[in-house]
């Protein structure tokens, strides 16, 4: 009838009549129906906020031993990823639709030392460059690109360019008009860090000298980051360490330039250290391995270590005019070298950041400010080193980590997060006739047996997979949908039996 409330059946008994069994089966079979159905609807609502299971971590490497992962997305929905061994020599493999391809040798480090401080990025035409340092004490720091349709093919990348002579650390980044950016720290006293540009990866820019209020007895350390917002601000984050010796780390800054890098905002210390603490010249444990990312409305974010052995966080809503209060980020890991607390965005917004000590942690941020909980994804005990993050296609949030020390194996695993899908875009099927990568001859001190053409694949590992890690987040959610289901059929065999005696 016409504003007269319905209700289901089992609610409409009269419970002041004996209820036969068979009533009472049909009873609770309803009731768990209904339950089972709300939870199903409330699981899918709820989406957002529950965490997929990370697949079983997987190898990426066969051969020790890798180091300094750079995975770089792209928006032709592929993921690119370079690393280094110890004997020189860069490695490149992609990410496809059935796998990763072979991992490669594709370019050999001209100094003496291993390569160390891989940075990449990808410009939209296609090109893929690259930057590295001969070794970790203030060596030359060196350049060479790649498109990506080759990038696997050592014939394809260019020859190795010095950048500069000494360099500590360095980062690079390309803008919205294909201009590349490296800033690096050029290991002299009172030196923060430098700039310079290319149009095209061939011509560069003469340094520019970035605002400085070190003395003379610091100079720009090993860790520089480097990114570039959609209104071509630059965006710099950077530590001091002691000179002449270039050890320990003491501090950690950042600048912006929002004229091309010609001028700089004054150096800011998001965590500035006690009086105590700063003046401690006996202690190597100060604050070290700032971090700077760019998320998709003007938002920009810090992440360091800090001397206590936490990794703190800072963001600014104004493209780093003012920022915000610093928070912790996972439990207190000790004081560490094993790499910054790496930072990637999602097509929602939501930043991802990894972190590690003896096992690989992970957490993410919604635009809001809202954190999950730190999240335990690889507890398997290593010297892991160099995490990284990547998201891909929007929504496919992939890990990287090292064991540098142990096996020298690359580890990854990855998972989807709650997010949009990103559609590739087409693959550009030409290159620039001004700067087409032509076949060259591999290097002079590539040796004949592993370097015959730098293009011999390597043989794969088998396949070796850890048991994928625990979802509290699953299991919590089916007791707490579940847990009513239960209560109420024994709330209903309670009521039963009463109305029975």
Same mark, same amino acid.
């Given at each position: ?6 209700? *289901? ?14 009533q ?32 079983? *971590? ?24 370079l ?65 990506v349709?080759h ?6 990348w ?48 003469? *340094? ?51 004229d ?5 905002s ?17 202690s ?11 998320g ?56 991802h ?10 957490r ?59 559609? *590739? ?7 620039p ?7 060259r ?28 890690p ?32």
């Open positions: 009838m016409q504003g007269q409330r319905m209700c *289901p059946p089992f609610l409409s008994q009269n419970w002041n009549q004996p209820i036969e069994m068979k009472l089966v049909k009873h609770i079979g309803q009731v768990v129906f209904l339950t089972i159905w709300i939870a199903l609807f409330v699981q899918e609502v709820a989406a957002q906020e529950l965490s997929p299971v990370w697949e079983p *971590p997987r190898p990426i490497n066969a051969q020790c031993c890798a180091a300094y992962p750079v995975p770089i997305a792209d928006t032709w929905g592929q993921l690119h990823l690393w280094a061994d110890a004997d020189g020599y860069i490695w490149y493999t992609r990410r496809t639709d059935t796998g990763w391809l072979q991992p490669r040798e594709v370019l050999a480090n001209p100094g003496r030392n291993p390569a160390a401080g891989l940075d990449a990025a990808v410009d939209t035409t296609g090109r893929l460059h690259l930057i590295w340092r001969d070794g970790s004490t203030g060596n030359a720091l060196y350049y060479a690109s790649a498109f349709q990038a696997d093919d050592a014939r394809f260019t020859a190795p360019v010095e950048l500069a002579p000494k360099a500590l650390g360095a980062a690079l980044a390309v803008d919205a008009q294909n201009k590349v950016y490296v800033a690096y720290t050029p290991f002299e006293a009172g030196q923060s860090f430098t700039l310079i540009i290319s149009e095209d990866g061939l011509e560069w820019s003469q *340094p520019i000298a970035a605002s400085s209020r070190l003395d003379n007895n610091f100079t720009g350390g090993s860790y520089v980051s480097m990114a570039i917002d959609a209104h071509n601000t630059i965006h710099v984050a950077w530590n001091s360490q002691h000179y002449p010796g270039g050890y320990p780390e003491h501090a950690v800054f950042y600048q912006r330039s929002t091309g890098g010609v001028s700089w004054e150096p800011y210390d998001p965590d500035p250290l006690p009086p105590e603490v700063d003046a401690n010249t006996e190597n444990f100060k604050n070290k391995m700032l971090k700077v990312a760019v998709p409305v003007d938002d920009v974010h810090l992440t360091w270590h800090q001397y206590t052995g936490y990794r703190f966080h800072r963001w600014s809503a104004d493209g780093g005019v003012t920022w915000g209060e610093k928070e912790s980020l996972f439990p207190d890991m000790g004081a560490a070298y094993n790499g910054p607390v790496d930072m990637a965005f999602d097509s929602s917004g939501r930043m950041v990894v972190a590690s000590r003896a096992a690989i942690w992970y993410s941020r919604s635009l809001d400010g809202q954190w999950t909980p730190p999240e335990l994804v690889d507890p398997t005990p290593a010297d892991w080193h160099h995490h990284r993050v990547a998201v891909v296609s929007g929504n496919q949030i992939y890990l990287f980590y090292p064991d540098i020390n142990e096996t020298g194996i690359l580890w990854s695993t990855h998972k989807t997060a709650a997010a949009p899908a990103v559609a *590739p875009l087409p693959l550009p099927t030409s290159i006739a001004a700067v087409t990568a032509t076949p001859p591999m290097p002079a001190s590539a040796t004949a047996s592993v370097r015959a053409a730098l293009v011999a694949t390597v043989t794969p590992l088998p396949e070796i997979a850890r048991e994928a625990y979802s509290a987040n699953t299991v919590s959610f089916w007791l707490l949908a579940l847990g009513p289901a239960f209560l109420l059929v024994g709330a209903v065999m309670i009521v039963y039996l009463r109305r029975q005696r």
